[in-house]
């Protein structure tokens, strides 16, 4: 089922911060001049539709004691891929799990973006890992500055009411 004109309004509205109040989704509501039933209603159809999968809060990491953070890129046997990537999805310090084709000069087919408080916390972590799964090919890439970090939206506002 397509979306349809107020699916795809609702998805634009959802995709800013909610407001923290004691009825958020009536807020959104109002905004869209739709009353907070129908509101309610159209979401549960479309997380029924899988367009909206979950509802979250965003953590700032490095503001709660997260200061390190590294993308770990594993080499994972094909005929495994997905199921040591189910594994290391489901791990706690794992915030991103993504399957890729190496490329020519790169053999690393499997993602994983862990956190920790420090460096070592981060290395200690990806070893645990590679013990687990029997992986010994994998490199850590630590963040050292974060340019940039934001919900993606799928759906704009109409020309000239957003950069």
């Known amino acids: 089922m397509a979306l349809s004109d107020l699916d795809q309004k609702i998805i634009l509205a959802l995709q800013r911060d909610l407001e923290i109040c004691p009825r958020p989704f009536q807020e959104v509501a109002e905004h869209l001049g739709i009353a907070e039933e129908t509101l309610l209603e159209v979401i549960q159809s479309l997380m029924a539709r899988g367009y909206i999968r979950r509802f979250g809060a965003t953590l700032r990491h490095q503001q709660s004691g997260f200061e390190a953070n590294a993308l770990v890129a594993w080499v994972v046997p094909e005929a495994d891929l997905q199921r040591i990537g189910r594994h290391l999805a489901a791990q706690r ?71």
């Open 93 to 163: 310090a794992v915030s991103h799990c993504y399957a890729r084709r190496p490329a020519p000069t790169w053999p690393y087919n499997l993602y994983t973006m862990i956190h920790g408080r420090t460096p070592e916390e981060c290395v200690a972590i990806a070893a645990h890992m590679a013990a687990e799964t029997g992986l010994q090919d994998y490199e850590l890439l630590f963040s050292e500055t974060e340019l940039k970090k934001t919900t993606m939206r799928y759906f704009r506002e109409s020309a000239g009411n957003e950069p």
